[in-house]
């Protein structure tokens, strides 16, 4: 069968369409409004989405996703959780693949083997996982992520040598999530100067398409690399703009809209 | 067997321990970093600075104390203390700080961060970068700024930043995420100085090789001293540098035992302690794999001690291995027997120890009296108590302090009035 983000990336080519990937904390602000927060996402056109399982020491994240992080786990949300969630919300996702985003101690807890394929039973289609280097010799990440049907997706930053774009091109799958600063995730906006340089060093080694993120905030930033790269990520910003709003209801529409209006 | 690892040439793994858990964009910064240690390691002058500064700067070699009352009192093996606490700052940590000092300015590095729990890597981080004139930025849980006031007032005073960490355990292991992430941010001019032997490669090797230093002293010491090797070895273990420190050159002398003292906190069944190896689960947190205490999804629990040097979840990676192998003990003692154990050595010795040190006294006070008076036991102490005197008053309720600290306030600053 083949993988949803690889016919969604396929479909965004031909269609000559620039692709949003969004992101949530399974469980933020609780379990219910994370649920309407991902389908208003959907809705306002999100085509790819990131769901992230929550952890008590998120090393590449900033604060507005670890304080995220820290409220959905105290509000008692397990992995198993996450897994539920995903198998419920998978069905309804239409043509939009869902990816884990988490840290390796999660995966590698819950026995990481088992982890991918009950991932993969749970409609999942990619893991998006900061903290293990695919080249790590021990976990065999990266062999029982594509065994059991998922891409793992791996992360360049402006920061990677040449000689770490050729190690993450031999392993890339899916797509590569290039971080368009060197930082820690977070809305503070990003230079985009220098931008093609990087991809451009990307691309020598990498044949897969490119999402960048970090500290993409608006429309604006979004036309900037369009053509550069196949998708841009937005993950700080969507819990920021839910966040900002008065009330649940009139927070999901300000995501919704907020995704709609990425593209204009 | 042979318990010298070269993690360099395995990817910087102890066993299955270790390793590079990070996100790809410290890779480049930590393959830097090792590439820069290994040929600061070979290199003469480099080796020749550092010792230089440990003489000259920190007071070393520290002395190896004959305990002769406190033995005599056990009735035991005759104890020596390694007096870390008398070197500059008052604790081993400066020994890893100046070489890591010397290495970040020959990296070109303009500016140094680092986490500390009970202050006392901070301090020395703070001490050292005045000395080298680098910039300096501390990260420290609220709760430890709250309990080791003294050591955040003196970094402060020093010249360093110190930012609180306000999220979380609001303790070591948070300070240790914010310092990640500030590094991760500041990559170009900055170097993270970690203060334990734990982290990604290559810092616990790298930290274990400049604690070594206290192993090595103690060698000729006991040498010269006892014209014979030490029966055993005991500190504390937090993360566990000063005790990888003092272990390592030993490791493979079989007729030396040694034993790593955690901290037991409330007691191993109130659940509120930092051993480790009293439940802690094979885990891969903070860019190293090792045993942490974690609940069953791999979350970090919430750890407790008296000494804010040893409340951390985690252990350093090398650790973890020595235990695996048999080759070092683990165990612990309890905040209650910790404060004891302080009480007696100040009594018997006139010596104030570190509250995390005073972990190992106190686990050399239960061992001593079943050792015979042949034996020669070694102790590390790690650092002096001076940092200690709010907490120790607190749990001592000495009523004189809390009068003066009343009185203190009330009376306010003297210029406040004009």
Known sequence: MKNKIDSK???????????????????????????????????????????????????????????????SLEAGTKVADCLEFARR?????????????????????????????????????????????????????????????????????????????????????GFVYCTARVGITGARESRMAGLKQFTGRVRRHVSVPLALGFGISNAKQVAQVRDIVDVSVVGSKVIDTFNSAPDTHSGLEAVKNFIGGLRD | MDYITDSFSHRGHFGKFGGRYVPEMLIPALEALEQAYLQARDDKKFQDEFLHLLRTYSGRPTPLYFAANLSKQLGGARIY?????????????????????????????????????????????ATV????????????????????????????????????????????????????????????????????????????????????VIGREVREQIM???????????????????????????????????????????????GLHSARFQGGRLGIIEGYKSYFL???????????????GLDYAGIGPEHAWLHDQGRVTYTNVTDKETLAALGLLMRTEGIIPALESSHAVAEAIKRAPKTGRDKIMVVNLSGRGDKDIFIVAEALRDKEWLDFLERKVQEGFPDDEK
């Open chain 1, 9 to 71: 990336l396929g479909a965004l080519r031909q269609r000559k369409r620039h692709g949003l990937m969004a992101h949530i904390v399974v469980g933020y602000p609780d379990m219910a409004t994370s649920e309407r927060i991902l389908l208003s996402l959907v809705d306002g056109g999100a085509d790819m989405i990131e769901l992230q399982i929550p952890f008590t020491d998120p090393i590449a994240d900033g604060p507005t996703i670890l304080k995220a992080n820290l409220a």
């Open chain 1, 89 to 173: 919300m998978a069905p309804r996702m239409g043509d939009v693949p869902l990816l884990f985003m988490t840290y390796i101690n999660i995966p590698f807890s819950y026995g990481l083997e088992k982890f991918c394929t009950d991932s993969a039973s749970a409609g999942i289609s990619g893991l998006i996982v900061p903290d293990i280097p695919p080249d790590e010799p021990q976990e065999h990440y990266h062999e029982l992520a594509t065994a059991a049907g998922l891409h793992p997706v791996y992360i360049l930053s402006p920061s990677s040598t040449d000689e770490r774009i050729e190690v993450i091109g031999k392993y890339a799958s």
């Open chain 2, 81 to 125: 203390l390694k007096q870390e606490g008398l070197g500059q700052t008052g604790s081993h940590k400066v020994n890893n700080v100046i070489g890591q000092a010397l290495l970040a300015r020959r990296m070109g590095k303009k500016r140094v961060v680092a986490e500390t729990g009970a202050g006392q890597h901070g301090l020395a981080t």
């Open chain 2, 129 to 212: 970068a005045a000395r080298f004139g680098f910039e300096c930025e501390i990260f420290m849980g609220e709760l430890d700024m709250a309990r080791q006031r003294p050591n955040v007032f003196w970094m402060q005073q020093l010249g360093a930043t110190v930012t609180p960490v306000t999220y979380g355990t609001r303790t070591l292991k948070d300070a240790v995420n914010e310092s990640i992430k500030n590094w991760i941010e500041n990559l170009e001019d900055t170097h993270l100085l970690v203060g334990s032997a734990l982290s990604a490669h290559p810092y616990p090797s790298m930290v274990r090789d400049f604690q070594s």
């Open chain 2, 224 to 270: 010269e001293a006892e014209g014979r090797l030490p029966d055993c070895l005991v500190a504390c273990v937090g993360g566990g540098s000063n005790s990888i420190g003092l272990f390592h050159p030993f490791l493979n002398e079989d007729s030396v035992e040694m034993v790593g003292v955690e901290a037991g906190g409330f007691g191993i069944p109130s």
């Open chain 2, 294 to 308: 974690t609940d069953e999804d791999g979350q970090t629990r919430t750890t407790h001690s008296v000494a804010a």
